[in-house]
T-cell receptor, first 113, second 116 residues
Framework: GAGVSQSPRYKVAKRGQDVALRCDPI?????LFWYQQALGQGPEFLTY????????KSGLPSDRFFAERPEGSVSTLKIQRTQQEDSAVYLC???????????FGPGTRLLVL | AQKITQTQPGMFVQEKEAVTLDCTYD???????LFWYKQPSSGEMIFLIY??????QNATEGRYSLNFQKARKSANLVISASQLGDSAMYFC?????????????FGKGTHLIIQP
């Protein structure tokens, strides 16, 4: 079946602009994760949903970052008043219930000018 | 807190040779999972192999095997008979069962280049 999809694939934003990044997980996957990957680094955990419940948001770097998954499927990561340090690849991953393996999408590359 | 250490920033290997990518980890959790992902230049993270901390046998998936040494806290990835298409970044990651973050903790990665 279809894998995790993310849109847009590339986003250029002016500093101070708000952005919204979308993630469509694999159908039926209960868990959804967001990660931030800076250039030359490994991904870093941002937040985790189980169905529509956001169970862990300990990795969100500031209150400018907000994520939601209102119906337990599609998720949106919103960044308000973007800063240059927000430039990174944002990866979404999903996993089925009772399984550990996370399946990643292609990522959204965000560049803040 | 969990930590993953990958000490090889880059590796050059001749095609058809076996490759071992090093990974050590640190955790206070009794139960945890260890993962390896491949990230080609296209950017997508591709799952390769998983090892549970209570699994008695080393995990294998085709040409990939995980050399799990629990006492040493190491989880090295072995790729047999390397191919040109194996050239990519490789990340070791773990997920614990404790009260910390639910996401994966990744290492900094190893850039593997297979030479013809």
């Amino acid at each position: 079946g279809a894998g995790v999809s993310q849109s847009p694939r590339y986003k250029v934003a002016k500093r101070g602009q708000d952005v919204a990044l979308r993630c469509d997980p694999i159908s039926g996957h209960v868990s959804l994760f967001w990660y931030q990957q800076a250039l030359g680094q490994g991904p870093e955990f941002l937040t985790y949903f189980q169905n529509e419940a956001q169970l862990d948001k300990s990795g969100l770097p500031s209150d400018r970052f907000f994520a939601e998954r209102p119906e337990g499927s599609v998720s949106t990561l919103k960044i308000q008043r973007t800063q240059q340090e927000d430039s990174a690849v944002y990866l979404c991953a999903s996993s089925p219930e009772y399984q550990e393996t996370q399946y990643f999408g292609p990522g959204t590359r965000l560049l803040v000018l | 807190a969990q930590k993953i250490t990958q000490t090889q920033p880059g590796m050059f290997v001749q095609e058809k040779e076996a490759v071992t990518l090093d990974c050590t980890y640190d955790t206070s959790d009794q139960s945890y999972g260890l993962f390896w992902y491949k990230q080609p230049s296209s950017g997508e993270m591709i799952f390769l192999i998983y090892q549970g901390s209570y699994d008695e046998q080393n995990a294998t998936e085709g040409r990939y095997s995980l050399n799990f040494q629990k006492a040493r806290k190491s989880a090295n990835l072995v790729i047999s008979a390397s191919q040109l298409g194996d050239s990519a970044m490789y990340f070791c990651a773990m997920r614990g069962s404790g009260g910390g973050a639910d996401g994966l903790t990744f290492g900094k990665g190893t850039h593997l280049i297979i030479q013809p």
